[in-house]
């Protein structure tokens, strides 16, 4: 009895061991988690991943520059992080590709104190946003620039994450901040909505998934499957509200009555923000490009086919759903 004991155990390890070799790990990198985290997450915390044969690892930074060193450094395999962080590193020959666009619609907001007017208002006023380079900082750019403020007559406070900006502006330390527009939900009185961005700048992309060439080329299997899994992962959160919302609220260890989770979920639905097949629209992204030589942000344009990789999308598309 005991030896048969002992050979089934030795059974079950050899088979644990050989099923813990076929999951392979894949690290992927997000920014600090939201109230949109139930999106973003899915891809790990719905299983999609796993149903590949990937051990996603999760690793959550405050700003998008810093993910970026991070893919460039070859600490992770992938990020999901602004389209715009993506363009101005692939732009400058760093080998990044955009592989799908999961959150092409624009969520961040300009908040302001409620006598402030326009963006024109916020000449000599100290406005937050978050690191140089960064999703915020680009955005904000962006929307000057179409109101015709200039850039360098605003002053900038750098704040690491959105709950940073958000808590420096109800302070009273900042004038106005950039955030995400979650915070609509539980602003003050006297704080107002000053611009959106997506009416703002319409065709400036959130969020894009991006890899590095040297992940395409020894890892473009596993790619391929991730971003399948991204696919499934997107279409099951617009199609489970409840179990987005349950997500967003463990990741960020909200309160049960924090509204801005459900806030920022039903807002994504309604204006359609979330594209579940990851598409690439070359025409938005060469716009940004264009935009950020404008903004002085990158010196020139490269053709917009240099920074993206159609092929993993499409081949990921073909696995998606089964």
Same mark, same amino acid.
């Given at each position: 009895?005991?030896?048969?004991?002992?050979?089934?155990?030795?059974?079950?390890?050899?088979?644990?061991?050989?099923?813990?070799?076929?999951?392979?790990?894949?690290?992927?990198?997000?920014?600090?988690?939201?109230?949109?985290?139930?999106?973003?997450?899915?891809?790990?915390?719905?299983?999609?991943?796993?149903?590949?044969?990937?051990? $996603?690892? =999760?690793?959550?930074?405050? +700003?998008?520059?810093?993910?970026? &060193?991070? *893919?460039?450094? #070859?600490?992770? !395999?992938?990020?999901?992080?602004?389209?715009?962080?993506?363009?101005?590193?692939?732009?400058?020959?760093?080998?990044?590709?955009?592989?799908?666009?999961?959150?092409?619609?624009?969520?961040?907001?300009?908040?302001?104190?409620?006598?402030?007017?326009?963006?024109?208002?916020?000449?000599?006023?100290?406005?937050?946003?978050?690191?140089?380079?960064?999703?915020?900082?680009?955005?904000?750019?962006?929307?000057?620039?179409?109101?015709?403020?200039?850039?360098?007559? $605003?002053? =900038?406070?750098?704040?690491? +994450?959105?709950?940073?900006?958000? &808590?420096? *502006?109800?302070? #009273?330390?900042? !004038?106005?901040?950039?955030?995400?527009?979650?915070?609509?939900?539980?602003?003050?009185?006297?704080?107002?909505?000053?611009?959106?961005?997506?009416?703002?700048?319409?065709?400036?992309?959130?969020?894009?998934?991006?890899?590095?060439?040297?992940?395409?080329?020894?890892?473009?299997?596993?790619?391929?499957?991730?971003?399948?899994?991204?696919?499934?992962?997107?279409?099951?959160?617009?199609?489970?509200?409840?179990?987005?919302?349950?997500?967003?609220?463990?990741?960020?260890?909200?309160?049960?009555?924090?509204?801005?989770?459900?806030?920022?979920?039903?807002?994504?639905?309604?204006?359609?923000?979330?594209?579940?097949?990851?598409?690439?629209?070359?025409?938005?992204?060469?716009?940004?490009?264009?935009?950020?030589?404008?903004?002085?942000?990158?010196?020139?344009?490269?053709?917009?086919?240099?920074?993206?990789?159609?092929?993993?999308?499409?081949?990921?598309?073909?696995?998606?759903?089964?």
């Amino acid at each position: 009895m005991h030896r048969t004991f002992a050979l089934a155990a030795v059974v079950l390890a050899v088979g644990l061991t050989a099923a813990q070799a076929q999951e392979k790990v894949w690290k992927h990198g997000i920014l600090e988690a939201k109230s949109d985290a139930g999106f973003i997450a899915m891809v790990d915390r719905g299983g999609f991943a796993a149903k590949r044969g990937l051990k $996603v690892e =999760l690793l959550q930074i405050k +700003a998008g520059a810093t993910l970026m &060193k991070a *893919l460039l450094s #070859g600490e992770i !395999d992938s990020v999901d992080m602004g389209a715009a962080e993506s363009i101005v590193a692939g732009a400058r020959g760093t080998g990044v590709k955009i592989v799908g666009c999961g959150w092409p619609g624009v969520p961040q907001v300009v908040l302001a104190k409620a006598e402030i007017k326009s963006l024109a208002d916020l000449k000599g006023r100290t406005v937050a946003i978050s690191s140089p380079g960064s999703l915020p900082d680009l955005l904000f750019r962006g929307m000057l620039n179409e109101a015709n403020v200039p850039f360098a007559d $605003v002053k =900038l406070a750098t704040q690491g +994450a959105d709950l940073d900006r958000y &808590k420096s *502006l109800v302070a #009273g330390v900042t !004038d106005a901040a950039i955030v995400s527009n979650e915070f609509e939900a539980v602003m003050p009185p006297n704080i107002k909505v000053l611009a959106k961005g997506s009416t703002a700048v319409p065709n400036f992309l959130r969020l894009c998934v991006a890899t590095s060439s040297k992940v395409l080329s020894e890892r473009r299997d596993d790619l391929v499957k991730f971003v399948a899994a991204e696919m499934d992962a997107y279409r099951f959160a617009l199609a489970n509200r409840a179990e987005t919302i349950k997500v967003s609220h463990e990741m960020t260890h909200a309160k049960p009555d924090d509204k801005r989770a459900e806030f920022i979920t039903d807002e994504a639905i309604k204006n359609k923000q979330i594209d579940p097949v990851l598409s690439i629209p070359l025409d938005r992204l060469d716009w940004m490009q264009n935009l950020f030589v404008k903004a002085g942000v990158i010196k020139q344009t490269v053709p917009i086919e240099s920074i993206v990789d159609k092929s993993v999308n499409a081949d990921a598309a073909k696995i998606a759903g089964k």
